[in-house]
């Protein structure tokens, strides 16, 4: 089993893109909602950053405060894939965006920036918003 994203690309600044973090090959042990899902982005030079985490629904979500009203998180338990719905888009939103799912860890756990062990961690979405 692994979660494979898709969706990156090249936009210009206002732009929008949804990235996709799909399960691929053996099923879930449970339900993708009972899963943390966290959306990651980290661009050359820059420090790992945490953009959006959600938790069993779209009560339980967070996002970090250069996304926040941009960028939507979101899950579909019957097609085993979490979204990132990404709009306005900035040239500082270029980056490579991983998803990171965690049976057990919770949003909270996922903020410290020491935390590298995730049950799994996609390979990547490249984003580049340029004109």
């Known amino acids: 089993l692994q979660f494979v994203e898709s969706g990156g690309g090249l936009v210009q600044p206002g732009e929008s893109l949804t990235l996709s973090c799909a399960a691929s090959?053996?099923?879930?042990?449970?339900?993708?909602?009972?899963?943390?899902v966290g959306w990651f982005r980290q661009a050359p030079g820059k420090a790992r950053e945490l953009v959006s985490c959600?938790?069993?629904?779209?009560?339980?979500?967070y996002y970090s405060e250069s996304v926040k009203g941009r960028f939507t998180i979101s899950g579909d338990n019957a097609k085993n894939t979490a979204y990132l719905q990404m709009n306005s888009l900035k040239p500082e939103d270029t980056a490579v965006y991983h998803c990171?799912?965690?049976?057990?860890?919770?949003?909270?756990?996922?903020?410290?920036?020491?935390?590298?062990?995730?049950?799994?961690w996609g390979q990547g979405a490249q984003v580049t918003v340029s004109s």
């Open positions: 990171a799912v965690d049976l057990n860890l919770l949003c909270e756990d996922y903020k410290r920036p020491d935390l590298r062990a995730f049950d799994y």
């Open positions: 959600i938790k069993h629904n779209p009560d339980n979500t």
């Open positions: 090959g053996d099923p879930l042990d449970y339900p993708l909602d009972h899963y943390t």
